[in-house]
């Protein structure tokens, strides 16, 4: 392929994909060597429709459109963008998953890549909850709600039955309220399919930030949607927000928690990260342009859609809809060939001619040219004008078609697993949410990415025996997972936290081939428990009682952290021992530097004249001088580890304490058993 175009188009959404064509007709067959379309996919989706997907109105292929036949004569790569120069104009692609792909350059480069998806816009969001981007979205939330059907109704407990059907949608926007009214309609006319589901199962709840729906239309259609969402069972909560998602709960910013399963978001746009850092300006996030759509100082550099702050002509920026896009990429690529041919560019102005949406159950709401109406005649009319508004003669006549067979019969209810093989999961759990209980089998083992957990052991009684804490990079699970043994404690979350999960089969797959790893998981799954492993009758009360500081070496072997790595090695000779405790300028612990340590600097040909601090393990399970021996016997267990510094208040290593040291302590106070 070609490296030097006359004209380079980052993306293939509304206004790409219009800018493209236009050009392409002022161009006509020289356009396959002037200008090349890169996009992330090789088909255009249009977007208006996905509700209608979600409610299976629409078949998935039939709101798409391949790039390649829409386009006639110019040039398509289907392409990640990694990096754009915007001094030479020259565009990077990224690529790890796929044949390497030389850089382009441009004398026109055209930035219409659009706006992403901001996950952490809500914590717990992105483990949790369902989007409404790509296609790919729209059909993963159908095929949810069908399975979620399914499952409802095999489950005998009716509360159980209730969480399983109750769809939470966040955000009162198009997307959200078009969304929940075709979930509600889906849910409530394949209802009659699932005999022993009832009506009062069946729950949408839709949550909007604003004092009422649909902000663009105004408070008099937003009200109406409202109430007619709501005459159909819909519960409609506005002026909440979401602070919070689990897996079995959302939380609401009053503190009200709601119980959901499927959380659907249709909020949280954020600039595509691939323009958020390059040298232009910005408005809010987006890239600032003048009146002929040019990035402000640079010539021959354009931006136009959703990532793009372009002005209106009428003292405003175009909001981020398919009405704005479409004619930004026309005069985006009218003012480009006006440059070829020396003539003057013309600023772009277009003044809004309205709004609409569909709300589920053939009703819809409008405001078109200051005239805003709803019911049947608006849900016709938005209907069609999407319609003719879709490329292409054949995708219009498919969904012609898809809405005359809805009249008339049933929604496609087949539920087809299209999850791919997913080793590696994450959770959001928030304080006190409990991810196991003690006896529990589970099919999970988890690592702590961020947050802290509390680990509690209960006798028959329900007596505490011991509490502990698990922080980030601890993992537990693995008992039961290996050996099919019960949960011998609870996991309790003591604030917000982030777990990786494998699922059963993937964690047996993966340690059957790393046996080290499962050498390591069988020694932790199979030793007994705790209060196993400080009976008293393997440890003496005055033993477990005794301060650390009683059996520790008071003399522990120190040295500086900015000492070198030969340095180390002749300090560990001569102390005869194989752990250094590493220390600032203050004398306070920094890490540890064992003979392990040593042999991976040699190994990667390290000089023995490199600083030691980097060298060390920093993290560092120590323990506390006014800690007592039971105390320290647990950390040994929980941490799986065999020797530790002992910390004064100021963090200052005072001696070092082995479980050599406690098993010697424990042979000479305990008498001998005589037979």
Known sequence: MKKNWDVVILGGGFAGLTCARRLEKLWGKASAQRILLVSAENFFVFQPFLPEVIGASIEPRHVTNPIRIVLRHCALMRAEVSKIHLDNR????????????????????????????????????????????????????????????????????????????????????????????????????????YRNLDASDLQVTLIHSGPHLLPELGEDLGCFTQRTLEKRGMVVLVNQRVTSVSSDYIRLKD????????????????????????EAEYEKGKLLTDAWLRVSGYENVWAIGDGAANPDGYGHRCPPTAQFATPLGKQAADNIAATFTHASLRPFRFKMLGQMATIGHHKGVCSILGFRFSGLFAWWLTRTIHLLKLPGLDRKLRVVIDWTFELFFPPDLNYWDLRKTQKLARIHIEPYDVVFHQGERSNG??????????????????????????????????????????????????????????????????????????????????????????????????????????????????????????????????????????????????????????FRSAAKQQKFSGILKDNVSQEVISLQSSQLIHEALQVFYMKGVKKAPVLDEQGRPVGTLSYLDLARARIQRVPPTRT
């Open 90 to 193: 020259r565009v990077e692609f990224d690529v790890t998953d796929g044949p390497e792909i030389e850089p382009v350059d441009a004398n026109h480069l055209v930035l219409a890549l659009g706006t992403s998806t901001n996950l952490r816009a809500v914590p717990g969001m992105m483990e949790h909850a369902l989007f409404l981007k790509t296609l790919a979205d729209a059909l993963a939330l159908r095929e949810h709600i069908v399975r979620r059907l399914e499952e409802a109704s095999l489950e005998p407990n009716p509360q159980h039955r209730k969480r399983l059907l109750h769809f939470v949608i966040v955000g009162g926007g198009y997307s959200g309220v078009e969304t929940a009214g075709e979930i509600l309609d889906l849910l409530l006319t394949a209802r009659r399919f």
């Open 255 to 278: 503190g009200m928690r709601l119980d959901a399963q499927n959380v659907v978001c249709t909020i949280g746009n954020a600039p595509n990260p691939v323009l958020s850092d390059l």
């Open 445 to 598: 083992f988890y690592i702590v990415e961020d947050g802290v957990l509390e680990v509690t052991r209960r006798d028959g009684d329900g007596h505490v025996l011991w509490k502990d804490e698990l922080v980030q990079g601890d993992h537990f699970g693995e008992g039961a997972l290996l050996y099919g043994l019960a949960r011998r404690v609870t996991v309790t979350a003591k604030t917000q936290a982030t777990l990786l999960v494998f699922a059963s089969k993937e964690f047996k797959f993966f340690v059957d081939l790393f046996k080290s790893l499962r050498q390591l998981l069988s020694s932790t799954a199979t030793r007994g428990p705790l209060e196993e492993f400080l009976r008293p009758s393997t440890w003496s009360e005055e033993l477990l009682h005794a301060p650390v500081t009683d059996l520790m070496d008071v003399s522990p072997v120190s040295i500086s952290g900015s000492a070198t790595i030969a340095e180390a090695i002749q300090k560990l000779t001569e102390s005869h021992q194989n752990v250094l405790v590493v220390v600032d300028d203050d004398g306070k612990l920094t890490g540890l530097l064992t003979e392990t340590d040593l």
